[in-house]
């Protein structure tokens, strides 16, 4: 698992966005997650401004025991959900990019957050590792 940014780590795949995506979904799906939003930004550049670009999804993931317990510490947490999962095409590969739970939300002062915090960082840190491992 490499560490990609100050707030996301991730991995690198070999593969376009679409061989990639199911692959993803099942590592998501092992540690508890579901898939619940979906923005094709490639589409949406399209559309919206004419661009063209490469495959890029951003995938709402979201275990719900974690979100439920986040919730009930701070219901303002809200905001911070789900969990951003991008899978973007970079030549023949796809850059799996996690956003960091600890990083998203670190920004919350409640104990009760950063315990779902540390959760759901372990959780998608194994979901990487799953990925890289399969590779």
């Known amino acids: 698992m490499a560490r990609l940014t100050s707030f ?11 061989e990639n995506r ?11 997650f579901g898939v ?5 930004v ?6 919206k401004l004419g661009i063209d670009r490469t495959p890029f999804l951003i995938l709402g993931a979201c275990n ?3 979100a439920h317990a986040a919730l009930e510490a701070d219901p303002s947490v809200g905001a911070l959900l789900p969990c951003n999962v991008v899978l973007r095409e970079d030549s023949s590969r796809t850059i799996v ?7 998203m939300l ?9 315990v779902v915090a540390k959760e759901a960082r372990a959780r998608l840190e194994r979901v ?6 399969s590779a």
Do not use: C, H, N, Y
């Open 8 to 18: 996301t780590f991730g991995a690198t795949l070999d593969g376009g966005v679409t």
């Open 22 to 32: 199911p692959r993803v979904e099942a590592a998501l799906k092992a540690e508890g």
């Open 36 to 40: 619940l939003t979906e923005i094709d």
């Open 42 to 47: 490639q589409a949406t550049m399209k559309e």
């Open 64 to 66: 719900p025991a974690l």
């Open 97 to 103: 990019e996690v956003i960091d739970p600890l990083a």
């Open 106 to 114: 670190g920004v919350v002062e409640r104990s009760g957050v950063e």
């Open 128 to 133: 990487v590792d799953s990925l890289e491992a």
